[in-house]
């Protein structure tokens, strides 16, 4: 039995983890949608990540270069926006968005008594509603009380690569 999923449903945080090169779990998100992608796993995340990731990217691209020392003139906020946009639509390209409505709202409600933080509930119901095998994810809190099977992206590409290439 191959342990390669057919689908992963990943976390902003995940998404913010490949795309800024800085950020800790950088290294396994790269290596892990490089995986999947290579074994035809079907990626998905909620449109609400968007808005964060394209928010996020900017920031921390603001604050990097503040970080040495310079300021953030009209041409770095350009490039700040640039790169979060190429964020936004790589994901777009890569990925596939989980549909939301009202029905989502209310199943992120009845989460909220167990997950006490709205976005993640939102997207514990876009994961629940996309089917996926693995929500991945490095939020701790959101691995404990995940609805669905929840791992993190290092733990997810030991379990690929050591039973994936085995089938």
Not at 35 to 49: E, R
Not at 94 to 101: H, K, Q, S
Request: hydrophobic share 45%; aromatic share 8%; with cysteine.
């Amino acid at each position: 039995m191959s342990a390669v999923p057919s689908s992963l449903f990943i976390d902003t945080n995940v998404w913010l983890d490949l795309f800024v090169a800085s950020r800790m779990g950088h290294e396994d998100a790269k290596d892990l949608i490089a995986f999947a992608l290579d074994t035809n796993v079907q990626l998905l995340y909620s449109p609400v990540s968007l808005k964060d990731v394209e928010f996020i990217a900017a920031a921390t691209f603001k604050r990097e270069v503040r970080t040495q020392g310079e300021r953030i003139d009209k041409a770095r906020a350009l490039v700040a926006r640039q790169f979060a946009w190429s964020c936004v639509q790589s994901m777009r390209r890569i990925a596939t968005a989980v549909g939301m409505d009202d029905s989502d709202m209310w199943l992120a409600e009845k989460y909220y008594s167990i997950h006490p933080d709205f976005e993640d509930d939102l997207l514990l119901a876009a994961a629940k509603r996309s089917s996926a095998d693995y929500l991945v994810t490095r939020d701790e809190q959101l691995l404990t009380h995940a609805t669905a099977p929840a791992i993190t992206p290092a733990n997810l590409l030991v379990l690929m690569r050591e039973f994936g290439a085995s089938s």
